[in-house]
């Protein structure tokens, strides 16, 4: 299975690039895990296969463990080939794209910036990879 991260818009600040970064690199080690950064969302769509797990904050919120469990059923299911975890731009998303999603997931009931939610999503898919593999990053 692969995993995709979208980013709509330019990062507004040049330190959070290098952050997620970071996480980016840290994750290479669970397999594929993918990082797009598109100007908008006019064409994209899912196709049978794939599914979107939309940021939002009228989404679920999930708890790290949560996501790890979420992560590990994605991986298990032989139907799903490519998961897509979608940070909006500056307007959120709209209702279709919404609409479109597997999944809402909200990280927090606070509104965050879009470069400060694409670096939380980098550091929770990490964190979710450590938890599945039983390594000691995540603490409770």
């Known amino acids: 299975m692969k995993l995709i991260v979208i980013k709509v818009g330019k990062p507004a600040t040049k330190e959070i690039p290098a952050l997620v970064g970071e996480y980016k690199k840290r994750c290479r080690a669970f397999g594929t895990i993918e990082s797009l950064e598109v100007k908008d969302l006019r064409n994209f769509k899912c196709s049978a296969g794939e599914r979107l797990i939309a940021l939002d904050e009228r989404g679920s919120q999930w708890t790290s463990k949560k996501l790890a469990a979420n992560i ?26 919404r609409a479109a999603a597997t999944y809402l997931w909200s990280l927090s009931d606070l509104t965050l910036q879009g470069d400060l939610a694409w670096l939380v999503t980098w550091e929770q898919l990490y964190r979710a990879f450590t938890i599945i593999k039983g390594m000691p990053y995540h603490h409770e």
């Open 72 to 97: 590990q059923k994605w991986t298990d299911d032989p139907a799903i080939k490519t998961i897509y975890f979608l940070v909006g731009g500056p307007y959120g998303l709209d209702d279709d794209t």
